[in-house]
């Protein structure tokens, strides 16, 4: 298969890239930095791209580039997000604005430019990565929780769409998961805190190759009749109301 993977530098969109190029897939990140790096670790077969998805120039730019040099593309993961923790009073009109710009309108430009080549090329699978903060609130979360609940939304009319087109769309909601994005709340033991390990029953964060492994299910011909899901990968914490 054919592979394009926003924010694959590092972090989830990084260890799926690795999870793709060993399953076979020719593979192409996009990334607003880090991008040679990334594709030394990853091999020279490998497409490394740097361009912002917010951007739909740079983005449409990505998809032509995977397609005239790979022929065609059959998957994208949308794993470029950013977060942030700070007070809902707190929070400034341009701060709200770059989240919902870089977590919502950075996963729709590549999902869309995406489909318009699978519609008319046999279809294709689109993996969002969620989190499981689109489904539930949190504190210092306002922004980020409501990009994400906006990513489970989108996803779902995406696929009211496009599933008529053989393009199945989907999302993955990762609890906690070990990546640079979160490195400060790992070293702060914030991760292995009794609070985040009573809420999940199976008592740890993911690993991003747990996540990267869910994303190749997704977007495999095993998983050809699931469309317009989000898939938790987290733990059993989404399903847990017991937390005292
Ligand atoms: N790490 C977690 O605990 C966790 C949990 C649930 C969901 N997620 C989600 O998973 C996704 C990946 O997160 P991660 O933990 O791998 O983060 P990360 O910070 O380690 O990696 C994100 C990557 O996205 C890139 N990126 C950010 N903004 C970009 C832009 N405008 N254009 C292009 N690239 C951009 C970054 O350069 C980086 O390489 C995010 O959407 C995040 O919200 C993460």
């Known amino acids: 298969m054919i592979s394009l993977i926003t924010g694959g530098a590092q972090g989830i969109g990084f260890s799926t890239a690795e999870h793709f190029v060993r399953r076979g897939d020719k593979v192409c990140i996009l990334d607003r930095a880090g991008v040679a790096e990334a594709r030394e ?11 912002d998805v917010t951007n739909p120039a740079d983005v449409d730019a990505a998809v032509v580039r995977t397609v005239e040099t790979f022929g065609g593309l059959d998957t994208l993961v949308t ?13 400034v009109a341009d701060a709200f604005m770059r989240m919902m710009s870089v977590n919502v309108l950075g996963s ?11 519609s008319e090329n046999g279809g294709g699978s689109i993996v969002f990565i969620g989190s499981v903060y689109g489904s539930v609130g949190a504190p210092k979360r ?16 995406l696929a009211t769409e496009w599933g008529p087109l053989g393009i199945r769309v989907n999302a993955l909601a990762p609890t906690g998961v070990r990546t640079p994005m979160v490195q400060d709340l790992i070293d702060k033991g ?8 009573n809420r999940t029953p199976l008592g740890r964060i993911a ?5 990267a ?7 495999s011909p095993e998983a050809s009749m699931v ?9 059993g914490w989404i399903a847990n109301g017991y937390t005292w």
């Open 213 to 219: 492994a869910a994303a190749a299910f997704l977007s």
């Open 207 to 211: 690993e991003p190759q747990e996540v």
């Open 79 to 91: 794993a470029a997000g950013i977060v942030a923790v700070e007070q809902a009073m707190d929070v």
């Open 108 to 118: 729709f430009l590549p999902a869309q430019s995406a489909a318009r080549h699978m």
């Open 41 to 51: 670790k990853l091999g020279a077969d490998v497409l490394a791209i740097e361009g």
């Open 142 to 157: 306002t922004a980020y929780c409501a990009s994400k609940g906006a990513v489970h939304n989108m996803m779902q009319s």
């Open 227 to 235: 469309h317009g899901i989000v898939l938790p990968v987290d733990g």
């Open 190 to 197: 914030i991760y292995n805190m009794v609070g985040v390990r």
